[in-house]
């Protein structure tokens, strides 16, 4: 997988946003950075953001994870989601998919 320059900014603010939640969701992601690869950390991140943003029920998926090649991680919600997105330019990895969105189109606007 190829990060573009926005993907890497918005994996970045999710790292950020999960470390300064604090408590449990500051030491699950500390101990990912020092034991996993970055991406796979910042990943990890990303997922739990989009979940708490977008207050997915745990059967849905957030737009990060678009597009799977696997049938039963296919979700239509989180593929337009992701398509929006990207629609305005704004990387599927952002923490906060739909404040993103919204800010896009007010800036077109």
């Given at each position: 997988?190829?990060?573009?320059?926005?993907?890497?900014?918005?994996?970045?603010?999710?790292?950020?946003?999960?470390?300064?939640?604090?408590?449990?969701?500051q030491e699950q992601i500390e101990d990912k950075l020092e034991?996993?690869?970055?991406?796979?950390?910042?990943?990890?991140?990303?997922?739990?953001?989009?979940?708490?943003?977008?207050s997915l029920p745990p059967w849905s998926m957030p737009p990060?994870?678009?597009?799977?090649?696997?049938?039963?991680?296919?979700?239509?919600?989180?593929?337009?989601?992701?398509?929006?997105?990207?629609?305005?330019?704004?990387?599927?990895?952002?923490?906060?998919?739909?404040?993103?969105?919204?800010?896009?189109?007010?800036?077109?606007?």
């Amino acid at each position: 997988m190829i990060l573009t320059d926005n993907d890497k900014a918005a994996l970045r603010l999710c790292i950020e946003q999960m470390r300064a939640e604090g408590g449990v969701h500051q030491e699950q992601i500390e101990d990912k950075l020092e034991h996993e690869p970055w991406v796979q950390a910042a990943h990890f991140a990303c997922f739990h953001r989009q979940c708490a943003t977008l207050s997915l029920p745990p059967w849905s998926m957030p737009p990060c994870w678009a597009g799977a090649a696997d049938e039963a991680l296919k979700d239509p919600e989180a593929d337009a989601l992701a398509a929006e997105m990207q629609s305005l330019g704004i990387s599927r990895y952002h923490p906060d998919p739909k404040s993103a969105i919204a800010a896009a189109k007010r800036a077109k606007a």
